[in-house]
């Protein structure tokens, strides 16, 4: 066995294409704030709630069981990050998903987690054995 050089590897591909640089620096930035944002349980939680459309702050923290000021965070939050949208009608202010690519990154992501969180199969082991 030849020993192992301090210096890189040789290439293992044996192709020449090389694959596409991707996409710039700012828009991989902007994604990872959108999964930072996505990935607290209770930002999570919220955008779950909105999956059936738009709600009122009050139902929210009703829905949450939570404090008015911390649900309200969380949102700014979401908004920021442009997950989520407001309006307001008077004294209430309605939250919604921001658009489609919103609904399906949430949607695709829990039920993603359902799959992880899913028993995996047993196999027979006499099967294995060929």
């Excluded at 294409?17 to 944002?37: I, S, W, Y």
């Excluded at 919220?46 to 829905?63: F, S």
């Amino acid at each position: 066995m030849k020993p192992h050089s301090d210096g890189p590897l040789p290439p293992t591909c044996s192709h020449d294409q090389r694959p596409a640089a991707g996409p710039d620096r700012r828009k991989l930035e902007r994604a990872a704030g959108l999964f930072r944002a996505l990935g607290d349980a209770a930002r999570l939680r919220i955008l779950h709630l909105l999956l059936a459309g738009e709600v009122c702050v009050g139902e929210v923290v009703a829905a949450l069981g939570e404090k008015f000021p911390t649900v309200s965070q969380r949102l700014r939050l979401l908004r920021t990050e442009g997950l989520v949208a407001r309006r307001r009608d008077g004294s209430h202010v309605y939250y919604a998903l921001a658009d489609g690519h919103v609904r399906d990154l949430v949607a695709n992501a829990l039920a993603h987690a359902d799959e992880l969180n899913a028993p995996k199969p047993t196999t027979n082991p006499s099967e294995d054995d060929g």
